[in-house]
């Protein structure tokens, strides 16, 4: 599987924009690059996914480094109920049972003071 | 609404007493996954259904079976529950093969306490 590597945690001000990276340096050329996020007491949920392109939506965007070794969750304003573990995770597709997989890392805590 | 959903989300079992953790989804989605995630872990792939087709991770001790019925109901049985398997257990579904520009979908969670 290919691994990614996140800091254990990181600290952000209300308001501000926070920058979560994630470095997977054996990415192959299909792996999609997802994060999630998990509130506590809560099941992950869903934040943004890419391949290539950086990608926008509500939550969040996703800038990917050129050569797909990296990754960075960006937060255009952190609030109070941003605060929790985020993950990336690459989505292994090296075989027909590896499409479907989910393998999570240890992720990034992130604890955003008012 | 929810679209993936636990029941209960608490749920005591005695050492050894056989348990059932129950995940249902309005989704319409060939894949389910279960994972189990301990206090300050990250959650770990345990099995999945593709369809009917079930897939177990190497590591997943036999004491782990799952059903799946149908399309929308998946069941997670733990025969002889330890006190180690006092964790979280997360369901998850997504669309599955022949669709990878897609995301999973997770349920709030089975907490399981073992005593």
């Known amino acids: 599987d290919a691994k990614t590597t996140q800091p254990n945690s990181m600290e952000s001000n209300e308001e501000e924009p926070v920058h979560l990276p994630c470095n997977h340096s054996?990415?192959?050329?299909?792996?999609?690059i997802h994060w999630y996020r998990q509130l506590p007491s809560q099941g992950p949920e869903y934040v943004i996914h890419?391949?290539?392109s950086n990608v926008n939506n509500r939550m969040a965007s996703l800038a990917i480094a050129e050569d797909r070794k990296s990754s960075t969750l960006i937060l255009h304003r952190a609030t109070l109920r941003d605060a929790a573990v985020y993950y990336c995770?690459?989505?292994?597709?090296?075989?027909?049972?590896?499409?479907?997989?989910?393998?999570f890392g240890s992720g990034t805590k992130l604890n955003v003071k008012p | 609404d929810a679209m993936v959903i636990q029941n209960p989300r608490y749920q005591v079992t005695q050492f050894g007493k056989p348990v059932t953790l129950s995940c249902s989804q309005t989704?319409?989605?060939?894949?389910m996954y279960w994972y189990q995630q301990k206090s300050s872990q990250a959650p770990k792939l345990l099995f999945h259904?593709?369809?009917?087709?079930?897939?177990n991770e190497a590591d997943t001790p036999d004491n782990f079976q799952s059903r799946r019925p149908n399309t929308s109901f998946c069941f997670l049985d733990i025969r002889s529950p330890g006190l180690g398997d006092a964790a979280m257990y997360l369901c998850?579904?997504?669309?599955?093969?022949?669709?990878?520009?897609?995301?999973?979908?997770f349920g709030q969670g089975t907490r399981l306490t073992v005593v």
């Open positions: 259904y593709y369809d009917k087709d079930f897939n």
């Open positions: 054996t990415i192959s050329g299909t792996d999609y």
């Open positions: 995770i690459l989505r292994d597709v090296k075989g027909p049972w590896d499409f479907n997989k989910f393998y």
């Open positions: 890419g391949l290539t």
């Open positions: 989704l319409n989605h060939n894949v």
């Open positions: 998850a579904t997504s669309r599955g093969i022949g669709d990878l520009n897609t995301e999973a979908f």
